[in-house]
């Protein structure tokens, strides 16, 4: 029971992310910025993304897209819930780095839910500045599921490289 309580933070993150991109297509118009923060910084916006991160693979044909957006995630997603729960899948996990799991698959799923409900196209509405560097002036849309699935990514990898299996073994 203890290890499947790190599906709380998917859980969040699925409906955190859900209801934010029904207001933002509920209230913003797709194509334009809807608010501006912080001097330009931030925008809330609403686009959307028929592709994955940086707009990777739009070109794709459609039956391509749903077998490499739709299909391979929902694997993934699986195989990353079943190691939260066992370790069958990655071996001895820690507590932390089964929260981590849980924050990736929690965005994993918000972005899979709009690929299945919004014809591949998933809605992005947060747009920071990024001042030139790697030569683009803002940083490409994204949205909580997507921000969800970068720190959690950045967590675990982190706590791979500071030794977390070892450390927190002894709790699991």
């Known amino acids: 029971m203890r290890k499947a309580l790190p599906f709380i ?5 699925i409906i955190l992310d859900q209801i934010s991109k029904a207001l933002i297509v509920h209230y913003v118009p797709e194509g334009t910025v809807a608010a501006t923060f912080f001097n330009d910084f931030l925008w809330i916006c609403h686009v959307r993304n028929d592709a ?5 693979g739009a070109g794709l044909p459609e039956i391509v897209k749903y077998i490499i957006f739709i299909g391979l995630p929902l694997v993934i997603m699986v195989l990353l819930s079943v190691a939260v729960v066992s370790d069958r899948i990655l071996g001895p996990v820690s507590s932390f780095q089964r929260w981590c ?8 799923t918000g972005n899979l839910i709009d690929r299945i ?5 998933v809605v992005d509405w947060i747009s ?10 803002r940083f490409p849309t994204y949205n909580i599921a997507d921000a969800a699935i970068v720190v959690s990514v950045i967590l675990l990898v ?6 977390g299996i070892k450390n927190d073994i002894k709790e699991n």
């Open 52 to 56: 994955v991160a940086f707009s990777i």
């Open 158 to 163: 982190l706590s791979i490289i500071r030794g």
């Open 128 to 137: 920071t500045n990024n001042y030139g560097w790697f030569g683009m002036e």
């Open 117 to 121: 409900f919004r014809s591949l196209r």
């Open 101 to 108: 799991l849980a924050g990736i698959i929690g965005g994993g």
């Open 9 to 13: 933070l998917s859980a969040a993150v």
